[in-house]
């Protein structure tokens, strides 16, 4: 019977040694450690530098494309506004009006109507922005004739009320 307890007690030793337990904390720093030396070791790799470097570069190129996309972008839109004022200009537009009316035929524009069909429809549509400005010299005091064909003068209109001519 002795014999068959020390084979008891042996077969207990060998179940205690093979059930060692993990924690969740031993599985991750070991996990980690493993993590850190496989990082450490394809770090050193020519490979992985180089596509560091190509990364880098393309990222730069990149960022210059997309800066030379908004130049491009900035400097039609410029190109745009002003050949839509040379237009505007050319349509005989007043001046004082010309910002205005670009802005009033841009907002007619759409997917079947260009900028001069606008233009042309707005100007039929507000003659008063287009032509030359007239300024016409228009006289505020009474015309009193002295009978004569020419205009008068200030001097002859003063020297009529006073001697009391009337016509």
């Given at each position: 019977m002795q014999e068959e307890n020390k084979d008891v007690e042996k077969t207990e030793e060998v179940v205690e040694?093979?059930?060692?337990?993990?924690?969740?904390?031993?599985?991750?720093?070991?996990?980690?450690?493993?993590?850190k030396k496989?990082?450490?070791?394809?770090?050193?790799?020519?490979?992985?530098?180089?596509?560091?470097?190509?990364?880098?570069?393309?990222?730069?190129e990149s960022d210059k494309l997309n800066e030379l996309e908004t130049s491009n972008q900035k400097q039609t839109k410029e190109i745009?506004?002003?050949k839509t004022l040379i237009k505007i200009k050319d349509s005989d537009c007043k001046k004082e009006y010309q910002s205005y009316v670009s802005y009033e035929v841009n907002k007619?524009?759409?997917?079947?109507?260009?900028?001069?069909?606008?233009?042309k429809n707005f100007k039929k549509e507000?003659?008063?922005?287009f032509g030359e400005t007239i300024i016409k010299k228009v006289q505020t005091s009474p015309v009193l004739g002295n009978g004569g064909t020419s205009g008068q003068t200030t001097n002859d209109i003063m020297n009529g009320l006073l001697r009391g001519i009337k016509k």
């Open positions: 040694e093979t059930t060692k337990t993990y924690t969740k904390e031993d599985i991750d720093n070991s996990f980690n450690a493993g993590m496989a990082k450490a070791e394809f770090q050193k790799n020519s490979d992985y530098k180089s596509f560091l470097e190509w990364k880098k570069n393309s990222q730069n745009e506004e002003l007619l524009i759409d997917e079947n109507t260009d900028f001069d069909t606008a233009l507000n003659p008063q922005f």
